[in-house]
């Protein structure tokens, strides 16, 4: 949806490097959802913020939402094998209220390689 | 395994053709989602409903398309006269919602892979 622009599209790093996948939005977002997904499965949830300069942490991923709600930022530092794979932000965009309806942005396929 | 099932895993069907899809969500969610996803993109949003209610259905759901849950548990998706165009992966998703407002953490299924010939 172009609602949700995620940037870049795609990414190819070094096992061990850092990287960053972003996600924005023109509109105020009631929630932001990052989920990964394997090739031809479905979407594995990573994390889920809500409030404006939230951060959250699971293993090696950290994930930001802005204070303005608008773009959130996902971190892995030193990247292995297994964080391959594409990476989407969905997000809740209220249109008056939480909806629990996710738009979803195209996804960062990322590639590590060894 | 208490995660989202989803079933069958993959489905070709000939044009024209009706197919069903089943999803059982996650034990004692109330909310049930459906969405469709085509090659390179994000998921979209099909429907969704709370308990057995139907609460919305998306433009992109024509009248070919019908969903339910009966009983509020597990929720079938049926696509009647298929065409090509519906090729793509049905993905469906649960939450748990407590009361209005609010967000909340949607988990979802390994989907049904759809390929109309």
């Known amino acids: 949806s172009q609602e949700l622009e995620q940037s870049p599209q795609s990414l190819i790093v070094q096992e061990g490097k850092n990287l960053t996948i972003n996600c924005t939005s023109s509109?105020?977002?009631?929630?932001l959802y990052w989920y990964k997904q394997k090739y031809g499965e479905g979407l594995i949830f990573l994390m889920m913020?809500?409030?404006?300069?939230e951060e959250k942490s699971h293993e090696k991923i950290t994930a930001k939402l802005d204070e303005k709600k608008q773009q959130s930022s996902l971190h892995i530092t030193a990247s292995q094998p297994s964080h391959a794979g594409i990476y989407l932000c969905?997000?809740?965009?209220?249109?008056?209220?939480?909806?629990?309806?996710?738009?979803f942005g195209t996804g960062t396929l990322l590639a590590v390689q060894p | 395994d208490t995660g989202v099932s989803q079933n069958p895993r993959h489905k070709i069907t000939k044009r024209g053709q009706n197919v069903t899809f089943r999803c059982d969500p996650i034990?004692?969610?109330?909310?049930l989602y459906w969405y469709r996803q085509t090659l390179g993109q994000g998921p979209e949003f099909l429907t969704y409903?709370?308990?057995?209610?139907?609460?919305?259905k998306s433009r992109l759901l024509s009248d070919r398309f019908s969903a339910e849950r009966p009983k509020g548990s597990f929720s079938t998706l049926e696509i009647q006269r298929t065409e090509q165009g519906d090729s793509a992966m049905y993905l469906c998703?649960?939450?748990?919602?407590?009361?209005?407002?609010?967000?909340?953490?949607?988990?979802f299924g390994p989907g049904t892979r759809l390929t109309v010939t």
């Open positions: 998703a649960s939450s748990l919602v407590l009361g209005s407002g609010g967000t909340y953490e949607q988990y």
């Open positions: 509109k105020t977002l009631y929630g």
């Open positions: 969905g997000a809740d965009m209220g249109y008056g209220g939480a909806t629990n309806k996710l738009i």
């Open positions: 409903f709370q308990n057995e209610a139907q609460l919305e």
């Open positions: 913020l809500q409030k404006g300069g």
């Open positions: 034990s004692e969610h109330n909310r």
